[in-house]
């Protein structure tokens, strides 16, 4: 399935796990959840819209000229008859099929909707905290207190819009309306502390050598044959830009991601390789900027995981529920701290057919509304630490052979981050 390449855009129903089975032996044992949830599907952002709006229309005509021989004026019937032809004996032209959704396309989003929420990432978060209520009862109870409970989301729409979509799956309508969400703060040190990192932004996020290996592989040869194929499998006589192919599948994505009902005509020019062609070109790009590519980049998420250790390991039992809704570049980096999904040698442009079966892969890993999941428990006086990424168990790096982890052996595996994270020598911040 092509669809299972989208990338960082790609729909949480993806990856969801939904069997909620829950573990016997090990009820009653869990005292604290702790979460890191990435908003669910959203819109684009503004230039993203605006290519959309403005350069797609275009686009499309120019497919739609190249793939059909009709002039204005036949009647529905004949256009029918001929497009049906077309398809048949003409392998070069796409199928009447999707010709007609290219037909039917427009631009869904309009600039004052970037970023916001979309009504398929509402259901995304409702639906997760089910399940995760589902699995773990007495730590996500249906009945709201704000001392079991602490929710909080960064100063955007579509992570305010998450958190709401959630409490509504764990409370119902109407006792979310009551859950107290703290006002968001400008940089939240926790949930986006990369936004306060100086030596991050400049070394990593605004440094172009960050973005080398995805500029290598975006004029490499094996990037040109996927241009080439998709060129003439839209029929067109010259070959299309990366930045038109990228306008595509971007939009492939986010079409998908919106909703599982209809098709986007824009995945039409993708087949299996040429997909993953591109994927791998997002891969690239966020290993760089917020993985493993510098160290920088990941050892700062040492704020994030202290917060989660401190919580565990402090006496007091409330909250039970600590919930945190925030974006990409907080669960990537969080999952680099971890040391999950490394591979052994860095990712580059030209180890694309040494990869195929890489471990970093965002469109697994970090799909709209991935999260991690920590979770405590404690039996028979020892406490141990579960962790479920897209609801699923992994084993961390401290526990190689177990998925329930014993506390000091995290402690002793993850030692420096708690002793080596002072957050403003590590970015240089003045
Ligand atoms: O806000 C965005 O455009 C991206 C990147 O955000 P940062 O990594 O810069 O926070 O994250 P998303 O909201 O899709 O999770």
């Known amino acids: 399935m092509i669809t299972n390449h989208l990338g960082t855009k790609s729909p949480y129903r993806y990856v969801a796990n939904i069997n909620c089975t829950k573990d016997n032996n090990l009820q009653g044992c869990a005292k604290k959840i702790w979460m890191l949830v990435r908003h669910g599907t959203r819109n684009p952002n503004v230039l993203q819209i605006q290519k959309m709006q403005g350069y797609l229309p275009i686009l499309k005509d120019i ?32 199928q009447k099929s999707d010709i007609e959704l290219f037909e039917n396309w427009y631009p869904k989003v309009n600039e004052k909707d970037s ?40 100063n955007t729409q ?7 979509n959630f409490a509504v799956g764990l409370f119902g309508k109407k006792t979310a309306k009551d859950v107290y969400f703290p006002e968001p703060i400008k940089h939240d040190a926790v949930l986006r502390f990369y936004k306060m990192c100086s030596k991050w932004i400049s070394n990593v996020k605004h440094n172009d050598s960050t973005y080398a290996e995805r500029q290598i592989f975006e004029n490499s040869l094996l990037m040109k044959e996927a241009l080439r194929k998709i060129s003439k499998k839209l029929n067109f006589e010259n070959m299309l830009s990366f930045d038109d192919v ?112 890489r471990k970093w892969r965002v469109s697994k890993i970090d799909t709209f509304g991935s999260n991690l999941a920590f979770i405590l428990h ?53």
Not at 65 to 84: F, T
Not at 143 to 153: C, G, L, P
Request: glycine share 2%; proline share 5%.
């Open 158 to 164: 579509r992570t305010k819009k998450s958190a709401e």
């Open 63 to 94: 497919i739609l000229e190249r793939n059909s021989n009709l002039s204005q004026g036949y009647l529905p019937i004949l256009k029918d008859i001929i497009l049906e032809r077309n398809s048949n004996l003409s392998s070069s032209k796409l």
């Open 378 to 430: 404690k039996c028979n006086g020892e406490k141990k630490l579960l962790v479920l990424h897209n609801e699923v168990p992994v084993k961390l790096p401290s526990c190689p052979d177990n998925e329930l982890c014993d506390l000091q052996k995290i402690k002793d595996y993850y030692s420096s981050s708690i002793t080596d994270c002072s957050f403003d020598s590590i970015c240089e911040n003045n």
């Open 246 to 357: 990228n306008l595509m599948y971007t939009t492939c994505a986010f079409e998908t991601a919106w909703t599982s009902n209809t098709k986007s005509p824009w995945c039409i020019p993708f087949d299996i390789d040429t997909i993953k062609v591109m994927e791998y070109s997002e891969d690239l790009k966020y290993y760089w900027v917020d993985g493993y590519g510098k160290e920088i980049t990941y050892k700062q998420a040492c704020i994030a995981f202290n917060n989660m250790l401190n919580f565990m390991t402090a006496e007091d039992p409330y909250p039970h529920a600590v919930l945190y809704f925030t974006h990409s570049g907080t669960l990537l980096k969080m999952l680099s701290h971890l040391n999950l999904y490394r591979e052994d040698k860095p990712l580059r442009a030209a180890d694309y057919n040494d990869n195929h079966n």
């Open 115 to 154: 970023k916001k929420l979309t009504i398929e990432g509402e259901h995304e978060m409702l639906e997760l905290a089910e399940r995760m209520q589902a699995r773990f009862p007495d730590l996500l109870p249906p009945v709201y207190s704000n001392t079991s409970y602490k929710f909080k989301f960064t």
